[in-house]
């Protein structure tokens, strides 16, 4: 038998940190394969975490209520010797070495993460074990295994410290620009005026936002789309649907499924970028905003959409919806995104600017679906009737799609919603 460290898992693109808000198997207790031993939570979701292997839980380290940071070790498990574990901690110590797992730092997709001299405890010449502090470090300034393998460590047996990591960093540092930072103003606040900090949740958003802003040449192109076959379909066609699938159809799974074949057509806009290298994804996440217990919103999204029927698509749409405003949302659910479609239109809003979630490329918004004059030719006649339109908006990423790919891909998906 061997033990093993159990990692805090990653919730989302973006968290990074939670806490045990559940134990639900205590030490000594067997654990399954596949099964649910505890729950781990944030301020935007709660998600149940599954046993990847089969063994019995020895030793908890994190207490229920206590904050950790992604990739802590939470728990420590026994297992059979001839498990294979893909992140491996020997040591039962919660201070102590955490082996590297390229899950744990911001590498460049085709670093030496794909190598076959990988940092593993099997190779001796290489450092293998690195300190909770030096990961947070690599982490933050995506330092690759390939990185980390030219830092010479000071400590005991070679073991990497952090002086070390930051002696290899001067060099970058001092050719890298000073950051903006935005000044803190002094507001006057009056009186039976408020002044509240932001929550978590807004506090993450907000840095999202301003990174994804700053980092991403944003450009936004627009298009009109005649959508009144589309809203006649779904009217001739919801009460059945509805008996038929005990789910609503709406104009957003229809629009969801013109959008996942075009992109088909245009994969590229189905794309991860990280650092001047561009990842084509093979598989199309498609992701879509949903309300969270507290009114908040988050996107979660429908894994291999390029599969799926318009009916699939409203089931997965509703239940993963569903799961949402129950707090329920496992971890996959919104990692791995690859497009997002964002409807603003229910709000209201005719077209908007959506800002890119990194590291995809795209971002394509809803507008509400309005009545309009519109020019139509009937047997080689113009006549102005009423239609209903659409607006779409789609904001891109300026360094990987110019303005002809993207009015290309709109286009299409203006077709597909034109055929209904």
Not at 387 to 405: E, K, N, W
Request: charged share 25%.
């Amino acid at each position: 038998m061997k033990t093993i460290n159990i990692p805090l898992p990653k919730i989302g693109e973006s968290t990074t940190e939670a806490k045990i808000v559940e134990w639900l198997k205590k030490p000594g207790d067997f654990i399954k394969r596949d099964e649910l031993f505890a729950v781990i939570g944030t301020d935007k979701v709660d998600s149940e975490i599954f046993s990847e292997y089969e063994g019995t839980l020895k030793d908890i380290f994190v207490k229920e209520g206590e904050e950790v940071s992604v990739g802590t070790p939470i728990c420590t498990m026994e297992v059979d010797d001839s498990i294979e574990v893909s992140t491996v901690t020997l040591s039962a110590k919660r201070s102590e070495a955490v082996e590297v797992s390229n899950k744990d730092f911001s590498t460049p997709l085709h670093s030496a993460q794909n190598d076959k001299t990988q940092l593993t405890a099997r190779n001796s010449e290489l450092v293998s074990f690195l300190s909770p502090v030096v990961r947070k470090m690599a982490a933050e300034n995506g330092l690759s295994f390939e990185d980390l393998q030219k830092i010479n460590g000071t400590g005991e047996n070679g073991r990497i410290r952090k002086q070390d990591v930051e002696n290899f960093l001067k060099p970058r540092k001092q050719n890298t620009s000073i950051p903006f930072v935005e000044e803190k103003l002094q507001l006057k606040v009056e009186l039976g005026e408020t002044l509240e900090s932001l929550s978590k949740m807004r506090k993450l958003i907000a840095e999202n936002m301003e990174k994804s802003w700053r980092s991403i040449p944003h450009v936004t192109t627009f298009m009109d789309v005649n959508v009144t076959k589309l809203v006649a379909y779904r009217e001739e066609n919801k009460e059945k649907f509805l008996q038929e699938n005990a789910v609503k159809l709406t104009y957003t799974h229809l629009i969801m499924k013109a959008v996942i074949d075009a992109i088909k057509v245009y994969p590229t806009l189905n794309s991860w970028f990280n650092n001047e290298e561009l990842l084509e994804k093979k598989n199309i996440n498609l992701g879509f905003a949903a309300a969270l217990p507290d009114g908040n919103l988050i996107v979660p999204n429908i894994k291999n959409a390029q599969n799926l029927s318009v009916t699939e698509i409203a089931q997965q749409v509703s239940e993963i919806g569903t799961r949402a405003k129950n707090g329920k949302l496992k971890p996959d659910d919104i990692q791995d995104t690859t497009f997002t479609v964002s409807n603003t239109g229910m709000f209201g809003s005719e077209s908007g600017t959506p800002i890119i979630s990194r590291p995809q490329v795209a971002v394509l918004a809803l507008g509400n679906i309005l009545r309009r004059a519109w020019i139509i030719e009937e047997n080689g006649e113009e006549k102005i009737l009423p239609q209903s339109v659409m607006t779409l908006s789609l904001s891109y990423d300026h360094r990987i799609i110019d303005g002809a790919l993207a009015s290309k891909f709109l286009t299409e998906i203006k077709k597909n919603m034109e055929r209904y």
